[in-house]
């Protein structure tokens, strides 16, 4: 049974009427109201943005969404977890003062920002789930004792799962630091010894301090997390990712996790998917680069699979812009995420989330 998926453009047309109004009306639209309980604390999900980065969802729709949570009876926070490499998000100190400098502060969005999975990523509490690779999942306490859930995504590019949307924000996005580096461990960067030529780069560039020289680079794949940064810094690309080996094993664990944070709330959640700005890389990344297609909008749904699997089909519908990292697959109809990430399966979440129950792909695209 198809499921909805609610939808406002980005275009303001002959009526002017701004994004942020339109926000407002796709929340009533999706049902917000249903979702909250009365004075329940509802966890609003986000994503703060690397230092950096700007392409992350602006503060002023998260003030929207908070305030629609304060009309329907509910206390919301605004939340996210730590990363696990040692960025400015690697613990709840440096992470709320990136927010704030992000503009996250409670006096611009209404609510109160709490690091989810506390000090030092260990608040978590254990998640069984039925899945193919894993059978328990970490999730960050914060988020788990929450009453309602409201997940605000960006999609974007991403360089080891191919994209990012609402899916990915449940999966990394919820876990506690030892949750994420049991996702990362499915894929570890390899060294081509015979093409390093010694600069040292990654090894000063790997945040968990994983690579290590003697004659030529060596990762550690215990202690790597798959994030890139080394696979992005080698001059002589000499590190790479097996993706046909590892990027859908990758995958299919989101896929996992993402079940694990969803089962806690089966009918308190909402999904926001915001398709601004859909930049090549993850908003972890300390930049933000061209778009690669125009701005589309804003969807929402009750399901993570159908507003991700909505997403792509309408990113993948627009004209590629020229002069970005779009290589390929310009044309409307083609996969523009491939484009990018050429030898990443980029549909494998959605599978892998409608097999093991987590939502489908099949959707009615609501045009508000």
């Known amino acids: 049974m198809a499921v909805k998926v609610f939808f406002v453009s980005s275009e303001a047309g002959c009526c002017g009427e701004s994004l942020q109004a339109k926000c407002l009306r796709l929340l009533d639209e999706a049902g917000l109201n249903e979702k909250i309980p009365e004075q329940g604390l509802v966890a609003v999900k986000t994503h703060f943005g690397e230092?950096?980065?700007?392409?992350?969802?602006?503060?002023?729709?998260?003030?929207?969404?908070?305030?629609?949570?304060?009309?329907?009876?509910?206390?919301?926070?605004?939340?996210?977890?730590?990363?696990?490499?040692?960025?400015?998000?690697?613990?709840?100190?440096?992470?709320?003062?990136?927010?704030?400098?992000?503009?996250?502060?409670?006096?611009?969005?209404?609510?109160?920002?709490?690091?989810?999975?506390?000090?030092?990523?260990?608040?978590?509490?254990?998640?069984?789930?039925?899945?193919?690779?894993?059978?328990?999942?970490?999730?960050?306490?914060?988020?788990a004792d929450a009453d309602a859930l409201i997940v605000i995504s960006h999609v974007k590019g991403h360089a080891v799962a191919g994209f990012g949307g609402a899916i990915k924000n449940l999966a990394m996005g919820c876990a506690s630091a030892e949750g994420k580096r049991e996702q990362h461990r499915a894929m570890p960067a390899i060294v081509r010894e015979d093409d390093c030529e010694g600069c040292g780069g990654c090894v000063s560039a790997c945040p968990e301090k994983a690579i290590t020289f003697e004659g030529a680079a060596h990762v550690d794949p215990e202690g790597c997390i798959g994030c890139g940064i080394c696979v992005e810094t080698c001059p002589e690309s000499a590190i790479y990712f097996d993706y046909v080996r590892d990027a859908a094993h990758l995958s299919e664990r989101l896929a996992e996790y993402a079940l694990g944070a969803a089962s806690l709330f089966p009918e308190k959640v909402l999904y926001l998917n915001f398709l601004l700005r859909i930049t090549p890389d993850c908003d972890c990344a300390p930049f933000s680069d061209r778009p690669i297609v125009p701005d589309i909008g804003i969807l929402a749904s009750t399901d993570p699979v159908a507003i991700d699997a909505a997403s792509l089909d309408l990113i993948d519908a627009q004209h590629g812009l020229a002069g970005t990292r779009l290589a390929t697959h310009h044309a409307p109809g083609e996969d523009k995420f491939a484009g990018v990430w050429p030898e990443i399966p980029i549909r494998t979440q959605i599978r892998h989330g409608e097999k093991i129950g987590l939502g489908t792909s099949e959707y009615e695209l609501i045009r508000i």
């Open 51 to 143: 230092e950096g980065c700007d392409s992350f969802v602006s503060p002023l729709y998260i003030r929207q969404v908070v305030s629609k949570v304060k009309e329907a009876g509910g206390v919301p926070f605004v939340t996210d977890t730590n990363t696990l490499y040692r960025g400015m998000r690697h613990d709840a100190v440096s992470h709320l003062a990136l927010a704030i400098r992000h503009g996250f502060g409670s006096e611009v969005i209404g609510a109160p920002v709490f690091i989810a999975d506390g000090l030092r990523s260990k608040n978590d509490i254990a998640v069984d789930i039925p899945g193919v690779h894993l059978k328990e999942t970490r999730i960050a306490a914060g988020i």
